[in-house]
């Protein structure tokens, strides 16, 4: 029933990552080209060499025109790829099997989001026509559900459970301070998120992901042919990614304190990468933290902390950059901001990083596994990406 | 002739206080506050609300004609009386009207719906609904009200007949307002009182008593209703009504509801009326209308969903600052978030069953109820094995909520809920009449019809939950 996998049949053997954050300067185009010339040179190839892209963007162009036309491809395979905010991890899954399959030898998958051109807070989407009935409520409203249904599930009064959130928070921008490629890089104390204003209760502007602009990109071959172009290229030993039937807003039965997409792509990560006990053997994670909340929950449907154990995970350090698991050491979304098509990129050019040694001041202690996870829509209704990634075969 | 066989009525949740318009404006306070319509409420949704209620008190009715009167109709082209009647669930093979022009516009349809009744066109409703909106600091700022009632007419099982009526129009200048204009003109209020509404009233009532045979010393209640209180108080003395028979104008609690006012104050005064009671209801506005009611023994049975008195006292304040802001009298700066888009004609013409009247669907396999209606079951995933289920009618709980800060709402923070409904199904929507700090995790709601908001001139309706009133 799971997927069969491709555990260690595909490396990605060089990465880009732009800064993230207000380009005011520079346009999707610029961020692409930039992203796309620093994986090249990662990998040592030139641009004619990658036989196959696959582009990811929610809404900063369509068609593989978007990349084409800026980086002036000679007449190759461009797929425009779109899976909500899961979509830079989508473009990745795609070029992976691509490879894997064996119609191409080099492909690269690429992401990115201009946001800040729309002169609008948060993010925007936009709807096909319909008949007016589906609820407008933004992003953080959405995941904001979270929190009163994990507190009272979990009897945390509520100034317990802002703790916890503000802790994730804390912690996150604790680590995007080391990093010169965050959209934040300072550190921010623990009265300032606490006290910031709030946007969805409980949750206050500094739970929230930030808005920012960024690109990454990956070059991807077959593991057997990774040395040729790199001596430390990473392994891909999981890619999963299921759509829910998005019953949380229909069924009662969902308490709106898991995301079944989570459990059910990491379940199938999990057996494909050949993981079995993920707090034990997972060296480092990148999750999807666009709002403190989610991050919460995530803890525990990958399989991290048990069930309603997560929240004193955190505050004992669990999840620092020295504790046992280090999540989202580079900062996440929280330090990022989160260019839709991007972020599923960016959290594996940490796994890049961290895996080869040059994560700098940041830089865990021999990492073995890493995992990304990516999720888009709200709870009870997403999409979830899951990957498992290694710095050797087997 | 024919009766009244069910009513129901309906006063926003919201309140002004009137020393509260006063204070801001430095104008001279008048007593009481007046009900306002919150900003996701208009004439359409309050006349919903009304009938809604109706409707359930008269389960055997056939309706065949709806009118829904109003001075303040949110569509000047396109058939208001269409929406309400698809969200009460009305079917579709009825004669529907607008009636509109006048405040006297309510009791006119009553009248029209009741002849219609009579001679045996089914029956009749009339949902009635005005949202007085009146220029700050002029009277009708603080005179007027917002409110619904409604009535269902039949020949059969009257909990009051219609005795009498009689009808008066004339032309002359008194309130006027074109298209395109928000607040309406009035001419001088000494030329009304003394050569329209105080002659009228004199004329119309002696006219319908004598038709019903009535002397006014027999009359158990009067229902007067002006668009001028005063008006309606000189009459009041100059006719001699011995001032316990008068009907509550509702001054001080609700205002003037424009074209609803006649028809709401009878509705509050018909649940303590005995059986032989006759009751008065006149109103003028560019003439007048009169009728004289005999109340029924069916009445004595006869209990509304809601009572005026109890929905007077369900309520929470307005502040005059958001007052203005839901009307759109006062501009504010607009959000940095793209505006809502208008729905689309043909997908609400395609959802009008869900849309309009919250029907959903229950799966004939395992009988899980779900909205929106499903083509695949939720739970057991059979294939086109679902019925219709209403859901506007059913009470739930809340299962988690959110408040909204940064959505565009003209009542931030907007509170978002899940709601599970007893006996299955579970909806995500917005709530209303409820105050942030006051949601929580379990607390019971019902369902509301509400206008979301308004783009490209279109009004979209669907329905919230709130507190249970």
Redesign the interface.
């Known amino acids: 029933m799971a997927s069969k996998g491709i555990k260690d049949r595909v490396a990605i053997v060089g990465m880009g990552c732009t800064k993230f954050g207000e380009h005011w300067d520079k346009g999707a185009e610029d961020l692409l080209v930039e992203a796309a010339y620093e994986a090249y040179n990662s990998a040592g190839i030139a641009p004619d060499d990658v036989d196959a892209y696959w582009l990811g963007t929610m809404g900063s162009g369509v068609s593989g025109l978007t990349l084409s036309e800026p980086l002036k491809i000679q007449y190759k395979p461009v797929t425009r790829v779109e899976n909500m905010c899961a979509t830079g991890s989508e473009s990745l899954r795609q070029a992976c099997y691509a490879v894997a399959s064996g119609a191409f030898d080099i492909a690269m998958a690429i992401g990115v989001e201009k946001l800040k051109d729309s002169g609008f807070s948060g993010l925007v989407m936009s709807n096909p026509p319909n008949d007016g009935t589906p609820a407008c409520m933004t992003p953080p409203a959405l995941f904001s559900l979270l929190a009163p249904a994990y507190f009272k599930k979990y009897g945390l009064d509520p100034e317990k459970g802002k703790d916890v959130l503000t802790r994730i928070a804390w912690k996150n921008h604790r680590n995007g301070a080391r990093n010169p490629k965050a959209q934040f890089q300072k550190e921010v104390p623990m009265e300032a998120i606490r006290n910031s204003p709030k946007i969805a209760d409980p949750l206050g502007i500094m739970d929230c992901s930030g808005v920012s602009d960024g690109s990454a990109a990956a070059i991807v071959v077959r593991a057997e042919d990774a040395h040729k172009y790199c001596k430390n290229p990473i392994y891909i030993k999981a890619l999963s990614f299921v759509a829910g039937p998005a019953e949380g807003p229909l069924s009662p039965e969902y308490d709106f304190t898991t995301f079944p997409e989570v459990v059910a792509s990491a379940r199938d990560a999990y057996a494909q990468a050949g993981v079995t006990n993920p707090r034990e053997q997972i060296s480092l994670a990148e999750v999807h933290d666009c709002f403190t909340p989610t991050e919460l929950v995530l803890y525990e449907d990958l399989g991290f902390s048990k069930r309603g154990g997560a929240w004193q995970d955190v505050m004992e350090g669990f999840f620092d950059l020295e504790g046992k698991l280090p999540v989202n050491p580079d900062g996440g979304l929280k330090s990022f901001g989160h260019p839709i098509g991007a972020s599923g990129l960016r959290m594996m050019y940490e796994m890049w990083l961290q895996m080869r040694g040059e994560a700098g001041p940041r830089q865990l202690k021999n990492p073995r596994m890493g995992l990304t996870h990516n999720l888009g829509g709200q709870p009870g209704r997403c999409v979830s990406f899951v990957s498992v990634v290694g710095n050797q075969v087997g | 002739m024919a009766g009244i066989v069910s009513y129901g009525s309906y006063i926003p949740y919201r309140r002004l206080k009137r020393a509260a318009i006063a204070a801001v404006l430095g104008v001279p306070a008048t007593r009481g506050e007046r009900a306002v319509a919150s900003f996701d409420e208009d004439s359409v949704s309050m006349a919903v609300e009304a009938l809604r209620d109706a409707l359930k008190t008269a389960p055997g009715a056939e309706v065949r004609s709806l009118t829904f009167g109003t001075t303040t109709a949110p569509y000047l082209e396109k058939l208001n009386a269409a929406i309400v009647g698809a969200a009460a669930q009305l079917p579709a093979e009825i004669r529907a009207i607008d009636s509109t022009g006048s405040i006297r516009a309510g009791l006119s349809a009553m009248l029209q719906a009741a002849e219609s009744a009579a001679a045996g066109g089914g029956h009749a409703a009339v949902a009635l609904a005005d949202c007085r909106l009146g220029a700050p600091e002029g009277k009708l700022e603080q005179s007027g009200g917002d409110g619904a009632a409604a009535f269902i007419f039949g020949r059969d099982n009257a909990i009051a007949e219609i005795e009498a009526s009689a009808s008066l129009t004339r032309e002359y200048l008194d309130s006027w307002r074109t298209p395109g204009e928000r607040f309406a003109h009035s001419w001088e209020e000494r030329f009304a009182l003394t050569q329209a509404y105080g002659p009228f009233f004199r004329k119309i009532i002696k006219e319908v008593l004598e038709k019903a045979k009535v002397a006014p010393g027999e009359l158990a209640k009067i229902v007067l209703d002006a668009p001028n209180q005063r008006a309606a108080e000189e009459a009041l003395r100059e006719l001699k009504f011995d001032p316990a028979r008068v009907a509550d104008s509702l001054a001080l609690t609700v205002g003037q509801t424009g074209a609803a006012h006649a028809a709401l104050m009878l509705t509050a005064v018909l649940p303590s009326a005995k059986p032989g009671d006759r009751i008065l209801v006149a109103t003028v506005g560019d003439g007048a209308d009169a009728m004289v009611l005999k109340v029924a023994p069916a009445n004595a049975n006869f209990r509304p969903v809601r009572s005026v008195g109890r929905m007077v006292e369900s309520k929470g304040d307005v502040t005059y600052a958001n007052y203005l802001k839901w009307r759109e009298i006062l501009p504010t700066e607009p ?4 505006d ?5 004609a ?3 013409m ?2 009008e069953k ?2 309009f009247g919250l029907i959903g669907s229950k799966c004939r396999a395992c009988g899980t109820a ?3 209606p ?1 083509r695949v079951c ?2 057991c995933r059979a294939f086109d094995k679902m019925d219709p289920y209403p859901f506007a009618d059913r009470h739930g709980r809340i ?9 565009y709402s003209l009542n931030p ?2 509170i ?1 809920a ?1 709601v ?1 409904y007893e006996g ?7 709530m209303t009449d409820c105050e ?1 700090d006051k949601v929580a ?1 379990g607390d019971e709601v019902e369902m509301t019809f509400r206008r ?1 908001f308004t783009a490209d001139g279109v009004h ?3 329905w919230k939950a709130r507190p249970r009133r």
């Open positions: 959000p940095r978030r793209p809502p888009d208008r729905p689309a043909p997908p609400m395609r959802a869900w849309k779900q909205l929106p499903q939720v739970k299962a988690t909520y959110a408040i909204d800060r940064l959505a923070p907007t978002n899940v599970d299955g199904g579970r909806f995500l929507c917005e942030p995790i979301l979209n309706y669907f």
